[in-house]
């Protein structure tokens, strides 16, 4: 079994000055695929790779998920260990958060667009907790999802603005063979359910062939009409389109590069995906 570190002390005395280089990928535990292909691309591209697993209450609002967040660090342990990760970093709130923590990482112009409009306060607990596990053991590169496209925009912003000393890179969606995209919140729908949410994978599919001069208004429209005819999709929550350089939303005519981002209902279950199109 690979170590379990649970003090930011000995994080850094086995990170922070070392002869070899060393990737990270942080998580919430509850690992599938998806964090697993994260773990693959780091030891492909570092000899050492620690993955970090913690549930970030910061990142949780009010009547969210925290509580029921899946936690089972022995059996991701031993995921980890069998992709050849080296080492893992499990703290627990108290650690991570002392009791006058007063410090946060904002992004004012985007923290509160898609995701963030409908999870105030989300994307700031999320580039905090970013931000000190990285300036624990300083890796040379980090890992993270395109699955969550905004969070990976965010991060490497940054990264950029900071001057973090970690490259930040995007790993592509892992997805189930139905399309839906892996999600440890997959666990919380009933097998109808998974059956019927690839509908969202194919709304991005389509959307992303449509003429140039389409509107974003008319495709969501037409999102909102198909997944009235999906019995369990309670709710689209958003269908918005990113412009690809600055992440802003476009209202008019879609540009050649952009992203397709999507959040809808699944009875009590909030899933999300996300598309990337660049036209020649
Ligand atoms: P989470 O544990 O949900 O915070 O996710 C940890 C990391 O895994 C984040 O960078 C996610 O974007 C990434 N991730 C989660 N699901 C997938 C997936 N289906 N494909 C690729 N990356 C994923």
């Known amino acids: 079994m690979i170590p379990i570190y649970r003090s930011k002390e000995e994080l850094r005395q086995a990170f922070q000055r070392r002869n070899f280089s060393l990737g990270m990928v942080p998580t919430m535990g509850a690992l599938h695929e998806g964090h ?78 898609y995701c963030g409009k409908y999870r105030p306060g989300h994307f700031r607990g999320v580039l905090t907790v970013v931000a000190k596990l990285l300036l624990l053991p300083l890796p040379d590169r980090a890992y993270f999802g395109e699955k969550d496209r905004q969070q990976l925009f965010l991060i490497k912003r940054m990264a950029e603005d900071l001057d973090l000393p970690t490259q930040i890179i995007g790993c592509p969606i892992i997805r189930e063979e139905s399309g839906l995209a892996m999600s440890s919140r997959n666990e919380y729908m009933s097998e109808e359910m998974k059956e019927q949410a690839p509908v969202l994978f194919e709304l991005l599919q389509e959307f992303s062939q449509s003429q140039p001069g389409t509107t974003a208004s008319a495709l969501r429209k037409m999102a909102q009409e198909r997944l009235q005819k999906v019995p369990l999709a309670k709710e689209l929550q958003y269908l918005e389109f990113a412009d690809g350089q600055s992440f802003l939303p476009i209202e008019g005519e879609l540009p050649a590069h952009f992203y397709i981002l999507i959040a809808a209902y699944f009875g009590e279950t909030r899933l999300i995906d996300n598309l990337e199109v660049k036209r020649p």
Do not use: K
């Open 36 to 113: 697993l292909s994260l773990i693959d691309q780091s030891v492909a591209q570092n000899e050492q790779t620690l993955v970090s697993i913690f549930v970030n209450p910061l990142q949780f609002g009010a009547g969210e998920d925290l509580d029921q967040y899946p936690r089972r660090l022995e059996a991701d342990a031993a995921l980890c260990a069998a992709r050849g990760a080296t080492a893992i970093f499990a703290p627990t709130p108290e650690l991570m958060y002392g009791e006058n923590h007063q410090t946060t990482v904002v992004n004012f112009d985007l923290e509160n667009l």
